[in-house]
């Protein structure tokens, strides 16, 4: 059964990475996938209770990152729909595309620790839909902004998933973490903006044209700021609501959805219908990209298997037995979180080592937050952040590959030689 559940991933995984080639949308591919593993898994284990709960407990791991998902997506539309963003826009008047890269690189790199890299994601590539026409400009950007924000996220313990995971589970603490990974989560940006800025000198930023009328809904100033700073502001408050009521992340985002939504519909009362249509949730809900979230769906139910049949597990094991170092375990886990999803991949790691052993703040657990934070960057499908920046720009996975990648894993191993060197020096 294993062998078989591993080439069928396999496979779906390959589908997914030759979406373009093979002319079939990536979401069949990931749906397709998790279908014939959980039929697989249910069949040759013939448990059905058993599989039946666990087949739950995935759906509700699940379903809690795509109600997240949608509802940051959702506040990012209406913000946009409202022209909110101008507030951001109207204020970036660099005209070199070589400043504009290091100012969106830092403004994510810090944003993504107070929100968290999804979101940071999805609000930085709608930005960048405001302030650059070319196409190709925009993918570059995209692919900076998925580093970042996922550098950005490790050095946080509101900053990504698997951060969080082990502050929850006590393996690190909010000051350690920060003080520990700050320095590495900043060479994996710094060095990868380095190298991008080389090839960029003397380039401009060519501005999209300003839609007057059309489809473009002109609102006061009063809208603009009020529904940009309530966006934003509830994105900010997700963590400081899970921190004091306990409850996870995507209560926060359907409850700051719902305060939006009211606001919205107090402000646009007197407007006739057709003045207000294209300003209403029920507008930005049509708007949200429903494929990817299908595909995210489908990829996290896939890996889930692979999790509940402790695949993962033992692969950790073998790299126990085999490898025998830590620091080279962590390095590769963190590379092997590009092509699987981190939070399993640390979830089994957690379950491995014993907090006896290695206790918190302990050397194991901070590079396991950096490595599995910043990993993902390597290919577009290995991070929450990825997955999103491949729908919001309908982002190739071969084209990330080509130009992304590379700089991804330089700026990897810079942060993996950074953090090494200063535990050393002080430890």
């Known amino acids: 059964m294993l062998t078989t559940l591993i080439i069928i991933f396999v496979i779906a995984y390959a589908a997914i990475a030759l979406e373009h080639p093979l002319k079939v949308n990536k979401s069949a591919s990931a749906l397709i996938g998790a279908g014939l593993l959980w039929t697989v898994y249910a069949v040759a284990t013939g448990d059905h209770h058993l599989v039946g709960e666990q087949l739950g407990e995935s759906l509700a791991a699940t379903a809690q990152i795509v109600f997240f998902l949608m509802g940051a997506m959702t506040i990012v539309e209406v913000v946009d729909a409202h022209n909110g963003f101008d507030v951001i826009t109207s204020r970036i008047k660099t005209t070199s595309l070589n400043s504009l890269l290091w100012l969106v690189g830092f403004v994510t790199f810090f944003l993504s620790a107070v929100l968290d890299n999804l979101t940071t994601t999805i609000v930085m590539i709608s930005l960048m839909k405001k302030l650059l026409d070319k196409h190709d400009d925009r993918l570059f950007f995209a692919g900076i902004i998925v580093i970042a924000a996922n550098a950005g996220g490790a050095w946080s313990p509101i900053g990504d998933v698997t951060t969080t995971m082990l502050w929850i589970g006590g393996q690190i603490t909010t ?41 473009r809904v002109e609102t006061t100033p009063l809208e603009r700021n009020l529904m940009f700073f309530m966006g934003i502001g509830i994105l900010v408050c997700v963590p400081i609501f899970k921190t004091v009521t306990h409850l996870p992340p995507f209560m926060g985002i359907l409850f700051g959805l719902g ?19 294209h300003l209403t949730l029920v507008h930005a809900l049509t708007h949200i990209d429903m494929s990817s979230i299908v595909f995210f769906i489908g990829i996290l139910l896939a890996v889930a298997t692979l999790e509940h049949t402790h695949i993962l597990t033992a692969l950790a094991r073998w790299l126990d037995q085999t490898v025998g ?32 052993q290695y206790p918190t703040d302990s050397f194991l657990w ?10 993902g960057s390597i290919l577009i499908i290995g991070s929450a952040a990825g997955v999103a920046a491949m729908g919001l720009e309908k982002i190739h996975f071969f084209w990330y590959v080509k130009r992304i990648s590379g700089l991804a894993l330089i700026g990897y191993f810079g942060g993996v030689a950074a953090y090494i060197i200063q535990y050393r020096l002080l430890h």
């Open 175 to 215: 000051l350690a973490i920060m003080k520990g990974v700050f320095i590495s989560s900043l060479i994996n940006l710094i060095v990868p903006l380095a190298v991008t800025s080389y090839f960029l000198k003397g380039r401009e930023v060519i501005s999209p044209e300003r839609v007057e009328g059309g489809r």
């Open 366 to 375: 901070e590079f396991m937050a950096y490595c599995a934070g910043t990993g």
């Open 259 to 277: 305060i939006l939504w009211l606001v919205g519909e107090l402000v646009h009362r007197n407007k006739e219908d057709e003045d207000k249509a």
């Open 325 to 356: 170092r830590q620091d080279v375990i962590v390095t590769i886990i963190g590379m092997v979180s590009a092509i699987v999803d981190n939070v399993p991949l640390v979830a089994a790691s957690m379950g491995m080592y014993s907090m006896a």
